[in-house]
């Protein structure tokens, strides 16, 4: 089955600076998302990315996506305390609706 | 306009009992799902309605959940009886339509803990 696995699993940086999240998946995919989850709240959907696409941007989010390699990454520019959450791929293959979680990526931003 | 709503946030039961959480989609949205995380492991599917009916419930464990959403609106998952390994954080989503390109809105997510 696919599966997404983000990696690092915990990342550690200070405010201004850019964080950099990679996620890898074993089967064909028709689009990939990122989604944010703060701590005790909903997964929030922050960017799609289509199996045709190369890169995509969002504000300060730059997502890349290499279907040759089945992986993803997620950079976050000029990051802020308040990215502080925890970061998920997750794909959509032939189901259509299904979405297929890693196990994420904790960010801390430290002020 | 309100999102996905659950309730409870958090229940914390004992082996064997039952507990039925609930999900309120966002108004109009006939698509309804549920994930669960359970400790250190992944975001994982359950189930899928379209209105009231079933569309894909491969996902659910087994025979001690139970999954309704009568009338299409709001829904509810049953755990009867609970088990220690059912801990963990129950996401309900809902989507307009389905499909690839349908983006699914999440809900704060139950937190299930059986002691």
Aim: hydrophobic share 30%.
């Amino acid at each position: 089955s696919q599966q997404g696995e983000e990696d690092p699993q915990a990342l550690s940086i200070q405010e201004g600076e850019n964080a950099t999240m990679n996620c890898s998946y074993k089967t064909s995919i028709n689009n990939l998302q990122w989604y944010r989850q703060n701590s005790g709240r909903g997964l929030v959907h922050l960017i799609l990315i289509r199996s045709n696409e190369r890169e995509k941007h969002s504000g300060r989010l730059r997502v890349t996506l290499d279907t040759s390699k089945k992986s993803s990454s997620l950079l976050i520019t000029a990051s802020r305390a308040a990215d502080t959450a925890s970061y998920f791929c997750a794909t959509i293959g032939g189901s259509n609706y299904k979405l297929t979680f890693g196990k994420g990526t904790l960010l801390t931003v430290n002020p | 306009e309100a999102g996905v709503t659950q309730f409870p946030s958090h229940s914390v039961i004992e082996k064997g009992q039952t507990v039925t959480l609930r999900c309120d989609p966002i108004s109009g949205h006939d698509n309804l799902y549920w994930y669960r995380r359970v400790m250190g492991k992944e975001i994982k599917f359950l189930l899928h309605f379209v209105k009231e009916s079933k569309q894909d419930e491969s996902g659910m464990p087994n025979n001690r959940f139970l999954a309704e959403r009568t009338g299409g609106t709001y829904s509810t998952l049953k755990v009867q009886p609970a088990e220690l390994e059912d801990s963990g954080v129950y996401f309900c989503a809902s989507s307009l339509g389905w499909g690839t390109y349908n983006e699914q809105f999440f809900g704060p997510g139950t937190r299930l803990t059986v002691l």
